[in-house]
């Protein structure tokens, strides 16, 4: 059991690095619009919802593309992200100095 244990870790992590690697590319080739921090909560969401729309059709796809499929489970994750990073910034101006 520890044996599958191990190798699990060993695939979450890999995986877990590929999928970092696709929302890093996926940033870059955004990196001409604005940057997160500069939008606002609700717009953030707004694109969040969009993303999370983008990934249900390509889901609903008779077939599935599965490289677009993944590329917007990439973009999805990428809004999440944006939005932790933004919460992070506005804690860290409320934390004491």
């Known amino acids: 059991m ?3 244990a191990n190798y699990n870790n060993r695939r979450d992590a890999n995986n877990i690095t590929l999928f970092m690697f696709d929302m ?3 940033i870059k080739q955004n990196k001409h619009k604005e940057p997160w921090l ?5 717009k953030l969401i707004v694109l969040l919802n969009h993303e999370i729309g983008e990934l249900i059709d390509e889901l609903r796809k008779h077939e599935i593309d599965y490289f677009a499929a993944k590329r917007e489970c990439a973009d999805v994750a990428n809004f999440a992200f944006f ?3 933004k919460l ?7 934390a004491p100095q």
């Open 83 to 85: 939005l932790w990073d």
């Open 24 to 26: 890093i590319e996926k």
């Open 88 to 94: 992070t910034q506005l804690e860290q101006k409320k």
């Open 2 to 4: 520890e044996q599958q």
């Open 38 to 42: 500069n939008l606002k909560f609700s």
